[in-house]
Nanobody, 124 residues
Framework: QVQLVESGGGLVQAGGSLRLSCVAS????????MGWFRQSPGKEREFVAA????????PYADSVKGRFTISRDNAKITVYLQMDSLKPEDTAVYYC?????????????????WGQGTQVTVSS
């Protein structure tokens, strides 16, 4: 059974930083890309960043490029999202997800398992 558990969300002032973590269950991480999405009230879930199994490809949404960094530690079955220079518009529930295979995946339908989400709130 695939389980993804996010942590690291919280309340931070604009300009601050947070690091999100997502731990996968054993045996479900290998050979898959991973991604981070976010969703604000009344809005659709949107792509934030993704990473392939090797880490060689890491696409970002334009809105976070240069501020957020995705990484993974395959030995620890964990994917991270380092968020710097946070803005109030980054406020959302952040979800990690596992892609269906090792691929650059930018849309929700390319992911087959999702975490429960972690709230990030950025105050102005």
């Amino acid at each position: 059974q695939v389980q993804l558990v996010e942590s690291g969300g919280g309340l931070v002032q604009a300009g601050g930083s947070l690091r999100l973590s997502c731990v996968a269950s054993e045996g479900t991480f290998a050979g898959h890309g991973m991604g981070w999405f976010r969703q604000s009230p009344g809005k659709e879930r949107e792509f934030v960043a993704a990473i392939t199994w090797s880490g060689a490809s890491t696409p970002y949404a334009d809105s976070v490029k240069g501020r957020f960094t995705i990484s993974r530690d395959n030995a620890k079955i964990t994917v991270y999202l380092q968020m710097d220079s946070l803005k109030p518009e980054d406020t959302a529930v952040y979800y990690c997800a596992r892609s269906r295979r090792d691929m650059v995946a930018l849309t929700t339908w390319e992911y087959d398992h999702w975490g429960q989400g972690t709230q990030v709130t950025v105050s102005s």
